[in-house]
């Protein structure tokens, strides 16, 4: 069975800190015989809404493998920790190895670059066709055309 948690921490906690807590959840639930299947840092972002004061929080996503206790393990451990401000654990149905969303929106401005130029190749080599097609249709009706009228006077 598969589950994916996500918590916020607190954003006062640094990136390094942050990653130590990640590690020592991990280990909680790798104790109660559960195994860590994904595991994404999504960075510090901004809040829907403000909780305990803060507008901001860092983003991490576990997806775990194992028995209900292994989660519940894990959610007790995140229910202690003081520097977790929110969590949310649901169960998947399916697990997906493609990325999570937030973790696709993340691309580099080198890729984003080479992804709008071939976007941009592609659509000029459309628009060349459409023109091929559309200047190449009017010849084969004037054929057509004249051929008919070669017969008519015929």
Do not use: C
């Not at 775990?64 to 998947?92: H, K, M, S, W, Y």
């Not at 580099?108 to 190449?136: G, H, I, L, R």
């Amino acid at each position: 069975m598969y589950y994916e948690t996500i918590f916020i921490v607190n954003p006062d906690v640094s990136q390094e800190n942050t990653e130590a807590l990640t590690n020592a959840l991990v280990e909680r639930v790798e104790k109660a015989s559960g195994r860590i299947v994904k595991r994404e840092y999504w960075g510090s972002r901004p809040l829907a809404y403000s909780i305990a004061k803060r507008k901001r929080g860092h983003y991490v996503l576990l997806v775990t493998d194992g028995e209900p206790q292994a989660v519940e393990a894990l959610e007790n451990a995140i229910r202690l920790e003081e520097r977790i401000i929110r969590f949310l654990t649901t169960r998947l149905t399916e697990l997906s190895d493609a990325p999570s969303p937030l973790m696709r929106r993340k691309t580099t401005p080198a890729e984003e670059t080479a992804s709008d130029e071939a976007a941009v190749e592609s659509k000029e080599e459309t628009k060349v066709e459409e023109k091929t097609e559309a200047t190449e249709e009017p010849k084969v009706e004037d054929e057509v055309a004249k051929a008919a009228d070669e017969e008519a006077s015929a």
